[in-house]
Structures are given as C-alpha cells and as structure tokens.
C-alpha cells in the first residue's frame, strides 16, 4: 500500500499516528508518530523531564492495529483493546524522538495482535493484546444524536447523521452518513438505514397540525438512499407502520398512515400516497404510483411506471395508466413456493373474477365454487369482495 497521511484511529488529542507508512490488510502494518514537545500530555507528565507515558505507548500501537483490522467502512465502529496480555517499556522516549511502529495481527475477530515501536533503531516498547469490536451503540464523532434517543446494543450511526430525541432505534440497526431519523419514530433492530435517507419527517399533508403521531418500522429492512418516510396524522390514525424484511430503493417514498407488510419492495422512486395499505410480499416496480386509500393485496406485483388509482387483488399483476390487471403474478408465486395445485386453483378463480361477463355478486359465487376450499382463493374472493375503492379491471 502506497504511504499515506492519517489521524490516528483516535481524535483528538490522542491521535498517536501522523503518517501510515504501509498497511496489508489483516496481516500487518507500520506507522510513524514524531513526538513533539508541545504534545498535551507532556504538561503534567513528570514537569521538567518529559517522557512519554507508557499507556499512550501502547495506545498508539492499538491504533496503528485497528486500521490493520479494520472493515473498509467509514461508518464502521473501530475496533477496541479488550485485553493488554504483556507490555514491555525497554527505552524511554522524548520530545523530538521520530516512533515508528509496527504490528502483526491474527485472523479474528476477535484479533490477536503483537506489536514493537522503535527509536533510531532501537526498541523501546512490545505489546501483546487483543483487539475486539464492542457491541455497544457506537456513533460516529460528527453525527448529531439527542440525548433523549435509545440506541440498543450494536446500532452503528455514521458520519454527520442526524439522530432526533424521540427515536428508538432497535439492536444492531445501522445508519449511514448524513441519514436524519426524527419525529416519533420507533425502528426494530437489524435495519440498514442509507446515506440520506429521511425517516420520521413531518407529514407532507397540509392538515398535518403538529399532532404527536408516530412512525412504526419493523427488523430487518433496507432503506436505501434517498428513501422518504413520514408518520401518521390524526385523520389516518397517528401512525404509519411498516413490516419486517422490506426493501425500500433509492428515493422510494411512504408516505403518512401508510400500512406496509412484511417482505415488501417498493423499487426506485416508487411512491406510496397517504393511507395506502400494502401487504405481505407485495412489489412496486420503479417509477409506480400508489393513489391515497388504495389497497395493494398480498404478493401483488405493480409494474414499472404504473399508476394504480384501484385496488390491486392478491397474487395479480398490475400495470399501466391508469394500472389494469395483465394475469396472475406467477414468477411470484413460484418463488413462494406455492403448489401447482395451488397456482392452479387461483387461475381458475381469476377467470371467474375479472374474465366473464355475469354481475360482480355472480362472479364472485362462481370464484367460490372454483376453489373456495383454497385459502388462497379465499383470500381473493374477500379482498375483491371487500374492497371499497373498487379493484383493477383487466
């Protein structure tokens, strides 16, 4: 690796590292540290005699160490001495003293790691130790997170995000640089929130008063850049909810009392209206459009650049301006794993519904009889028969 400048895996005043002479990752590296007399510890560190102190000795190959262990990852927590095995001062060292150090890491983590630093040749300091990462909350020094915010164990905040003080962030969930999470926001653990995203901003409804309303988001999602995501109002009920396991594509957007199930993607600049109800395995393609008040059914696919203003039933395929149904989502479907039988059952139940000519009430008879003991078709049957905004016709 070609040497470059670095301060330290420490801030201030404590970054032991002025220059990384060379780095291979995992396995080893070296580093420069020129010590000058007007370092902050010198001032009351033996007054007149100044030496370095053996700790920052040992403080400086710790930090040399971490950037060896390193994740290449700026919003990463650094890696932390857990245990200082054996610590030897050979040589004092003095203002002007040029340190070069060097360590040796194992395979981790947790990271074995053995380290020497040296003056005009001659040693001055071994360690032995053990590198470990915390699963403390960790943030990153410019972010900005409120006092009142819970952070749960392992949440990692990166570069210059923006943390408000009713946010509750659950274990393990990670948020990039410059993410704003605000508002009443409560969000579950193992989220992946991305650079820039905005969760829990004020609802872009202009009856929105201030009300205390609140934005409920599962485990394990993925909000990437960009994303949009406010809470609810007092005409929808205070809040807005998403499932577990979604994922939301750049610059996608949920907007209030919206309920989003589980295993959901919404795709690029995908757009939920207000009161937009989306559920289980359901995808919105690129570019789509939700109406406010619209219902997307189970495992329903959206395609790129419709706008749905109707509801779209279970398992079907939508499309178009204004959305029309094209079938039933059967790549979909299979993914699931649902049965032939299954598969086979809902097409016949699809004919019923959207394909003859009878009346709405005779149609869904007909679905019925064709495989009502399904609980799939009885699914479909119940959605369009209680559907409200009246369903895509084909």
Same mark, same amino acid.
């Given at each position: 690796?070609?040497?470059?400048?670095?301060?330290?895996?420490?801030?201030?005043?404590?970054?032991?590292?002025?220059?990384?002479?060379?780095?291979e990752p995992g396995r080893r590296g070296h580093a420069r540290k020129v010590v000058s007399a007007n370092e902050p510890y010198f001032a009351g560190h033996f007054p007149g005699v100044p030496v370095m102190p053996g700790v920052l000795l040992c403080e400086a190959l710790a930090q040399l160490a971490a950037l060896v262990v390193a994740e290449d990852d700026a919003a990463a927590p650094p890696p932390r001495v857990r245990e200082?095995?054996?610590?030897? !001062?050979?040589?004092?060292?003095? /203002?002007?003293?040029? $340190?070069?150090? *060097?360590? @040796?890491?194992?395979?981790?983590?947790?990271?074995?790691?053995?380290?020497?630093g040296t003056v005009a040749g001659r040693v001055v300091v071994e360690a032995e130790f053990l590198l470990a990462v915390t699963d403390e909350a960790w943030v990153h020094p410019t972010a900005v997170v409120a006092r009142p915010a819970e952070l749960g164990r392992g949440v990692r905040i990166g570069p210059y995000a923006v943390i408000?003080?009713?946010?509750?962030?659950?274990?393990?969930?990670?948020?990039?640089?410059?993410?704003?999470?605000?508002?009443?926001?409560?969000?579950?653990?193992?989220?992946?929130?991305?650079? !820039?995203?905005?969760?829990?901003? /004020?609802?872009?409804? $202009?009856?929105? *008063?201030? @009300?205390?309303?609140?934005?409920?988001?599962?485990?394990?999602?993925?909000?990437?850049?960009?994303?949009?995501?406010?809470?609810?109002t007092e005409a929808g009920g205070m809040v807005t909810r998403v499932?577990?396991?979604?994922?939301?594509?750049?610059?996608?957007?949920?907007g209030h009392d919206c309920d989003v199930g589980d295993a959901v993607v919404l795709a690029n600049s995908a757009a939920l209206a207000g009161h937009v109800v989306v559920e289980a395995h359901a995808i919105i393609g690129g570019l789509a459009g939700v109406h406010q008040f619209t219902r997307i059914g189970e495992s329903a696919m959206c395609g790129a650049g419709a706008m749905?203003?109707?509801d779209v039933p279970p398992f079907?395929?939508?499309?178009?301006?204004?959305?029309?149904?094209?079938?039933?989502?059967?790549?979909?479907?299979?993914?699931?794993?649902?049965?032939?039988?299954?598969?086979?059952?809902?097409?016949?139940a699809y004919r019923a519904l959207f394909l003859g000519d009878?009346?709405?009430?005779?149609?869904?008879?007909?679905?019925?009889?064709?495989?009502?003991?399904?609980?799939e078709v009885a699914q479909l049957v119940a959605f369009v028969e209680g559907s409200e905004r009246g369903v895509c016709r084909p």
């Amino acid at each position: 690796m070609m040497p470059r400048h670095t301060t330290g895996a420490s801030g201030f005043p404590y970054a032991l590292l002025d220059r990384v002479v060379e780095i291979e990752p995992g396995r080893r590296g070296h580093a420069r540290k020129v010590v000058s007399a007007n370092e902050p510890y010198f001032a009351g560190h033996f007054p007149g005699v100044p030496v370095m102190p053996g700790v920052l000795l040992c403080e400086a190959l710790a930090q040399l160490a971490a950037l060896v262990v390193a994740e290449d990852d700026a919003a990463a927590p650094p890696p932390r001495v857990r245990e200082m095995g054996r610590a030897r !001062f050979r040589h004092p060292v003095f /203002p002007g003293d040029t $340190l070069e150090l *060097r360590v @040796e890491a194992d395979a981790g983590p947790p990271w074995p790691c053995r380290g020497t630093g040296t003056v005009a040749g001659r040693v001055v300091v071994e360690a032995e130790f053990l590198l470990a990462v915390t699963d403390e909350a960790w943030v990153h020094p410019t972010a900005v997170v409120a006092r009142p915010a819970e952070l749960g164990r392992g949440v990692r905040i990166g570069p210059y995000a923006v943390i408000g003080p009713r946010v509750r962030l659950g274990a393990g969930t990670w948020v990039g640089a410059h993410a704003v999470v605000e508002g009443r926001t409560s969000v579950g653990a193992d989220n992946r929130i991305f650079p !820039f995203a905005s969760v829990g901003g /004020p609802p872009q409804d $202009l009856k929105y *008063r201030g @009300e205390p309303s609140c934005l409920e988001i599962g485990c394990g999602n993925a909000i990437r850049e960009y994303v949009t995501m406010n809470p609810g109002t007092e005409a929808g009920g205070m809040v807005t909810r998403v499932g577990n396991g979604s994922l939301f594509m750049a610059s996608a957007h949920v907007g209030h009392d919206c309920d989003v199930g589980d295993a959901v993607v919404l795709a690029n600049s995908a757009a939920l209206a207000g009161h937009v109800v989306v559920e289980a395995h359901a995808i919105i393609g690129g570019l789509a459009g939700v109406h406010q008040f619209t219902r997307i059914g189970e495992s329903a696919m959206c395609g790129a650049g419709a706008m749905v203003s109707q509801d779209v039933p279970p398992f079907c395929t939508a499309s178009g301006d204004r959305a029309r149904l094209f079938g039933l989502n059967l790549i979909g479907l299979r993914r699931r794993g649902f049965s032939d039988d299954t598969v086979r059952a809902l097409k016949r139940a699809y004919r019923a519904l959207f394909l003859g000519d009878e009346p709405r009430e005779q149609a869904l008879a007909r679905a019925r009889a064709a495989g009502g003991h399904v609980p799939e078709v009885a699914q479909l049957v119940a959605f369009v028969e209680g559907s409200e905004r009246g369903v895509c016709r084909p």
